[in-house]
């Protein structure tokens, strides 16, 4: 009841794939040159400028400083925490202490 029904393994039939050999071209005077590479296949590293390149520094800066306002924003929100765990202590040490005087005097 528990154990998995596998299906048997005669119904299984692998798919094969073959390449098909692509066409390949003769010439009578030797091989043919390699084609140049163009600079999109390059990744466009050359085709950088100016103006790319001042893209680019203030694409990095705007994400320093999104990163740097996260950061910020983090500390702060533990800085008021930790503020708002300290007010409460307080309080409620001087609530211990009245109730502790008010049973002293009973």
Not at 69 to 76: E, N
Not at 80 to 89: D, K, N, P, Y
Not at 92 to 104: G, I, T
């Amino acid at each position: 009841m528990f154990k998995p029904k596998y299906p048997s393994p005669d119904t299984y039939t692998p798919a094969t794939i073959r390449p098909t050999p692509a066409p390949v071209e003769r010439s009578e005077s030797g091989p043919a040159p390699a084609p140049a590479k163009s600079p999109s296949a390059l990744g466009g590293l050359a085709q950088n400028s100016p103006g790319n390149a001042l893209a680019l520094a203030a694409g990095g800066v705007a994400g320093v400083l999104a990163l740097a306002s996260v950061a910020v924003s983090l500390l702060l929100a533990v800085a008021v925490t930790a503020v708002a765990l300290s007010v409460s202590a307080v309080v409620l040490l001087f609530l211990v202490r009245a109730l502790r005087q008010e049973f002293k005097t009973r």
